[in-house]
C-alpha cells in the first residue's frame, strides 16, 4: 500500500496569512505514461463529508476558490490557502489514486490563531 | 448526487452483517464516467477507503477488508450497496457513498478522486 504522510497534524494561522500542508507518499505517484501526479486534496468540515478540492496535484475543482491551490510532484505534495479565511476551518486530506488500494493522509487541522 | 439508505435497525452486534445503499440521483450507475465506492472514518480519525465498482462490474476491493466485503450494483433501482460481514468494534465508523472520477490506465478504467460524497451514516458495533 502507498502510505501517504501528512504534516503537520495542526496548524493556526491569522486570518489573511497563507496556510501551507505537506503531503508526502511512500512511493512516487507520478505515472510516466501521461506525466500526471494520482493526488487529490479535500477539505471536511465538521460534521460533513470530504469536498473535493484539487486533483491531479494542481488542478482545482470548479468553483474552489482560487486561494486553494495545490503543487508538488512524484512523492511531495503542497496545499497552500493564500489567505486564510474563517470558512477554511476544516481537516484537509490527501489522497493518492495512483493505485488500489486506495489511501488517504492522516488530516491537517487547520485553525484560525 | 448521493442519498445513502440505510438499511435494518442499529445498533449492531458483533459478528453481524452491515447493509448499506446508496440511491443516485442526476446520474446513472451505469454511466462510464464514474465508479462508484465506500469509503469510512472511525470518529476523529482519518478516512478509509472500503472498495469500488464500475458499471462493467469490475470491483476493486481494500485488501485489509476484501475478505468480508461485498459491493453490488443495481442498475434497475440506480442504487449501488455494501455488505460487510463479521462486524467488530473496529468497524465502527461513519460510513460514506462516493462517485469517483475514472482514470484512464494502461489496460483499464480506475477510480480516481471523489467528487461526490453521501451525507454518511454513523454505524455502531457494540455488544
Known amino acids: 500500500d502507498i502510505l501517504m504522510t501528512q504534516s503537520p497534524d495542526s496548524l493556526a494561522v491569522s486570518l489573511g496569512e497563507r496556510a501551507t500542508i505537506n503531503c508526502k507518499s511512500s512511493?512516487?505517484?507520478?505515472?510516466?505514461?501521461?506525466?500526471?501526479?494520482?493526488l487529490a486534496w479535500y477539505q471536511q468540515k465538521p460534521g460533513q463529508p470530504p469536498k473535493l478540492l484539487i486533483y491531479w496535484a494542481s488542478t482545482p475543482e470548479s468553483g474552489v476558490p482560487d486561494r486553494f491551490s495545490g503543487s508538488g510532484s512524484g512523492t511531495d505534495f503542497t496545499l497552500t490557502i493564500s489567505s486564510l479565511q474563517a470558512e477554511d476551518v476544516a481537516v484537509y486530506y490527501c489522497?493518492?489514486?495512483?493505485?488500489?488500494?486506495?489511501?488517504f493522509g492522516g488530516g491537517t487541522k487547520v485553525e484560525i490563531k | 448526487h448521493l442519498q445513502l439508505l440505510k438499511s435494518g435497525p442499529g445498533p449492531l452486534k458483533p459478528s453481524e452483517t452491515l447493509s448499506l445503499t446508496c440511491a443516485v440521483s442526476?446520474?446513472?450507475?451505469?454511466?462510464?464516467?464514474?465508479?462508484w465506492g465506500w469509503i469510512r472514518q472511525p470518529p476523529g480519525k482519518a478516512l478509509e477507503w472500503i472498495g469500488s465498482i464500475y458499471s462493467s462490474g469490475t470491483t476493486y476491493l481494500n485488501p485489509s477488508l476484501k475478505s468480508r466485503v461485498t459491493i453490488s450494483v443495481d442498475t434497475s433501482k440506480n442504487q449501488f450497496s455494501l455488505k460487510l460481514t463479521s462486524l467488530t468494534a473496529a468497524d465502527s465508523a461513519v460510513y460514506y457513498c462516493?462517485?469517483?472520477?475514472?482514470?484512464?490506465?494502461?489496460?483499464?478504467?480506475?477510480?480516481?478522486?471523489?467528487?461526490?460524497w453521501g451525507q454518511g451514516t454513523l454505524v455502531t458495533v457494540s455488544s
Open positions: 489522497q493518492q489514486y495512483y493505485t488500489t488500494p486506495l489511501t
Open positions: 512511493q512516487s505517484v507520478l505515472y510516466s505514461f501521461d506525466s500526471k501526479n494520482y
Open positions: 442526476g446520474g446513472s450507475v451505469n454511466s462510464i464516467a464514474y465508479y
Open positions: 462516493a462517485r469517483h472520477n475514472t482514470v484512464a490506465g494502461i489496460f483499464e478504467v480506475l477510480p480516481g478522486s471523489v467528487d461526490d
